[in-house]
């Protein structure tokens, strides 16, 4: 056996299953998180700008955003649960060997939910019930422990791409030392501020695109310009400061991490002035058909065109981690990126420079993109990490082939899984055909007045 | 065995506590929702639990955060064993959390009548199912080092009674907590159809219960041995009374302390439990054995602390709003208080914030050493809400 574990090792079959299992998971809570994250800003600064303003279409927006926000975060806190489960159900070596070690950041991430979902009740359920002044308040617990949760979940992330804060005598964990292994770790940062920003990127276009469809299908009432124009501003400034972001962990990563460095662009030689190449297909040590730019890895990766990185080759083949999956994730991650950055840019121009918003279809068009396009983006960002970090459970120290449970019948679990989730998704879409067309009153006793599309 | 390495024990056992208290009446209340095609009951049913459900499932979260850090191996050796019914559960929690918030988006009950049939069904199969996984930890299947029967661990005489127990005793909480709510915003029709159940369940669950002894006399001797002497009996005979107490209290249509007799009846049993099931958490392995570092386990304790620091007030405010029926009816509107701040010119705003994206740019890329790279994400950081307050048009005059 290799590694270590507080348990017997066993053999599992189905290591991929339970591994792609963990990632549907994780892929139908993440966007969730993002919303969690980004829209109670979002609707906080629509009810501050009506109480300041005395704007009633603000005032609406923030009143039916809420009713989404509270939707949204009860499945969020559904899929959360079924991802502790997992930690227990899929991979109890992971779990029951450093538990004592990596916890602690979930348990304080427990917390922060929970005062979340004391608030959100309180917010939600508090419209006309509380003096507006506190109502607002009540919104602002919203708002940060939205925050300090991610930031304890992506703490054991970091943990578990940069392991430390323990040691191993014996093939047992001692030394254990939680505090610093979670808040000490250098390499949570970026992960965490790439995080924070895609939350508003993903949420922003998410909305965005909702009522850009809205507006080409020629509803320009002042509600769907409102309400296109607070999700898209914010995803606006939020995608140029998130290429720079990329660019810190991208070199976060070339210092840490050299294998996954070399995974991401398929380099499979150690190559002085290494390049970059756009698309095609690793196999054999090299990228087929891809689109090669001279010196690009090693500028980006050490600010140096005749810098050394390190190629595939030069490590042991049983630590690299499938190269094709995560450089695609990476490329679709980048492509994206900065696509979205683009259109951004394009917004904020025509705003500051023309003083209004854009007026071409196409913008609006490309609006629509980005809201699937961001939600991809995120998915294939931590695709490129999680995967990346592969063949390890804890980088360096366990591999997920040690942690995964010995239990039979992960495919019947998985095909469970992928069940339920595809009927919730039917559901959901199905209920939002309905309720675009028939919106929900604003208050218990109002009959919808005003088309609005959510 | 030190108190430091119990402590983080009881705060498990005090998160399953209240968990089994109020999500176990949140879940109760789908037994309701199945039986009754009454438009006013199910919305009641809604109603009742809007504010509170997502609070009430945290304290899931927070058993089983604690319990990983804390006893990881215990954990673990759960998780070994006992996989199927945990993982019916997860597939339950999902159901019932998306027919809730699909529910939240529809026009209230009898719009979608699956969405309510999908809720009421996951709201009784998942506590059967976390029922079960404690009978089969409660009735000593499941083998510290993992490697129990998949199967027998929760499909077992001792594992059944606790899941019915388990549903009997929500839909009890469920039923006295709905009638209590109706009674607070005058509901008299609802107030008594909920009385009426909640007698029957009452009743029900007190029959499970104390019928139950004698299943769990006849599978697990020693957790039967645990409930009848000592502190496991005293736990017993507090949860009788209290039981008896609150039906009382349901019968003379005194619903408010009866919810909080009720509550602690259901306490009472998963106290005794633990109890019983001392000094070992699962067969032959004690706290000591399984408890994580002292580092650790002191860590949790702070992190506990602090965090009940702020979550218990927080609890307090929302709980005291919903009793005392601050969330059910709205007051008078009011003119919006804020005054008009002074405005920044948006053009002035949008250059300070050009200047601190470029500035930060050439810091994050090329700044030497991780200070100026620190300053230069913080700069770029500051660029973003300055731009989107700069960016987004002045509110007109028309749409004041």
């Known amino acids: ?454 | 065995m030190t108190f430091l390495q119990l402590l983080p024990l009881l705060f498990v056992l005090a998160g399953l506590i209240l968990y089994t208290v109020l999500a176990g009446a949140d879940l109760g209340t789908g037994a309701w929702q199945l039986s009754t095609r009454d438009h006013g009951l199910r919305s009641r049913v809604y109603d009742s639990i809007g504010p509170v459900w997502e609070a009430n499932h945290v304290w899931l979260i927070f058993v089983l955060t604690v319990l990983w850090t804390a006893y990881p191996s215990v954990f673990a050796a759960v998780c070994i064993t006992l996989v199927v019914p945990l993982f019916l559960a997860a597939v339950g929690l999902i159901l019932r959390g998306t027919a809730y918030a699909l529910h939240g988006a529809s026009n209230g009950p009898d719009d979608h009548r699956e969405i309510d049939a999908v809720f009421g069904l996951s709201s009784v199969f998942t506590p059967f199912a976390l029922g079960a996984v404690v009978g089969g930890i409660a009735s000593g299947r499941v083998p510290p080092g993992g490697g129990g029967d998949q199967w027998t661990s929760w499909l077992n005489p001792t594992s059944i009674l606790v899941g019915v127990l388990a549903v009997v005793l929500g839909a009890y909480l469920a039923a006295v907590q709905l009638a209590a709510d109706a009674v607070r915003i005058g509901d008299d029709v609802a107030a008594a159809a909920f009385r009426r159940r909640a007698l029957a369940s009452g009743v029900l669950a007190g029959a499970v219960a104390v019928g139950g002894l004698v299943v769990v006399h006849a599978d697990a001797p020693r957790l039967f041995h645990g409930l009848t002497h000592g502190a496991g009996l005293a736990c017993v005979i507090v949860s009788v009374l209290l039981g008896l107490l609150a039906l009382g209290l349901v019968w003379r249509r005194r619903l408010d302390p009866a919810r909080f007799a009720a509550g602690a009846a259901v306490a009472a049993i998963v106290a005794g439990w633990a109890v019983a099931q001392r000094p070992d958490v699962l067969p032959g392995l004690t706290v000591a054995e399984a408890a994580a570092p002292t580092s650790t386990l002191v860590a949790v304790v702070v992190a506990v602390v602090a965090g009940g620091i702020i979550v218990f007030p927080s609890l307090g405010l929302l709980f005291g709003l919903v009793l005392g029926g601050r969330l059910d009816r709205p007051r008078p509107a009011e003119p919006a208080a804020i005054p008009a701040g002074r405005r920044v010119r948006a053009g002035l705003l949008g250059r300070v914030a050009l200047a601190c994206f470029v500035a930060g740019a050439g810091l994050t890329v090329f700044g030497p050493g991780p200070a100026l790279l620190a300053v230069g994400i913080v700069l770029v950081l500051a660029a973003a809400p300055l731009g989107f307050l700069a960016a987004l048009p002045a509110v007109p005059e028309e749409s004041r």
Not at chain 1, 99 to 123: C, H, N, Q, T
Not at chain 1, 278 to 290: I, M
Not at chain 1, 348 to 366: E, K, N
Request: glycine residues 10%; contains cysteine.
């Open chain 1, 1 to 454: 056996m290799g590694g270590i574990t507080a348990l017997a090792a066993v053999d599992q079959h189905y290591l991929d299953q339970a591994r792609q299992m963990q990632a549907l998971s994780f892929a139908v809570h993440i966007p969730l998180v993002c919303f969690g994250m980004a829209f109670p800003v979002l609707v906080l600064f629509c009810e501050w700008t009506a109480l300041r303003t005395g704007s009633e279409v603000h005032l609406t927006l923030a009143r039916r955003w809420s009713r989404v926000l509270v939707a949204l975060f009860a499945v969020g806190v559904v899929t959360g649960t079924i991802l502790s489960f997992e930690m227990g159900l899929l991979w109890p070596h992971f779990t029951g060997t450093f538990g004592s070690v990596f916890g602690l950041g979930f348990a304080i991430e427990g917390f922060s939910f929970f005062v979340e979902a004391i608030f959100i009740g309180i917010y939600v359920y508090g419209w006309d019930r509380l003096s507006p002044r506190w109502h607002l308040a009540s919104g602002i617990p919203i708002a940060i422990t939205g925050v300090t949760g991610s930031f304890m979940v992506i703490a054991v992330n970091g943990w578990m791409n940069h392991p430390q804060g323990f040691r191993i005598v014996d093939g047992r964990v001692t030394d254990v030392r939680p505090v610093h292994a979670l808040f000490a770790n250098t390499f949570m940062w970026h992960e965490f501020v790439h995080m924070y920003l895609a939350s508003f990127i993903v949420a922003g276009f998410a909305l965005a695109a909702c009522y850009a469809v809205a507006l080409l299908r020629g509803n320009t009432s002042r509600y769907v310009q409102v309400a296109l124009t607070i999700p898209l501003t914010a995803a606006a400034v939020a995608a140029p400061v998130q290429v720079l972001v990329g660019d810190w962990a991208a070199r976060t990563v070339a210092e840490r991490q050299p294998v996954k460095l070399a995974a991401l662009e398929g380099l499979g030689q150690t190559t002085t002035g290494a390049p970059v190449h756009v698309g095609g297909w690793y196999s054999d040590g090299e990228v087929h058909f891809g689109l090669p730019i001279p010196r690009l890895l090693s500028i980006l990766a050490a600010h140096d065109p005749n810098a050394t990185i390190r190629g595939l080759s030069s490590f042991p083949a049983d630590v690299l981690p499938p190269v094709n999956v995560v450089r695609l994730a990476f490329q679709t991650m980048v492509g994206l990126g900065l696509a979205m950055a683009l259109l951004a840019v394009c917004y904020l121009w025509v705003r500051f420079r023309r003083g209004r918003a854009p007026r071409s279809p196409w913008f609006y068009r490309a609006v629509v993109l980005a809201g699937p396009a961001a939600v991809v983006a995120l998915i294939a960002g931590w695709v490129t990490t999680e995967v990346g970090r592969q063949p390890w459970v804890v980088y360096g120290v366990m591999r997920t082939a040690d942690a995964v449970t010995g239990a039979s019948g992960i495919p019947v679990g998985y095909g469970v899984l992928v069940l339920v989730y595809a009927g919730c998704a039917a559901a959901v879409w199905w209920i939002l055909r309905r309720l675009a067309g028939k919106p929900f009153p604003d208050r218990p006793s109002e009959v919808p007045e005003e088309v609005g599309t959510t």
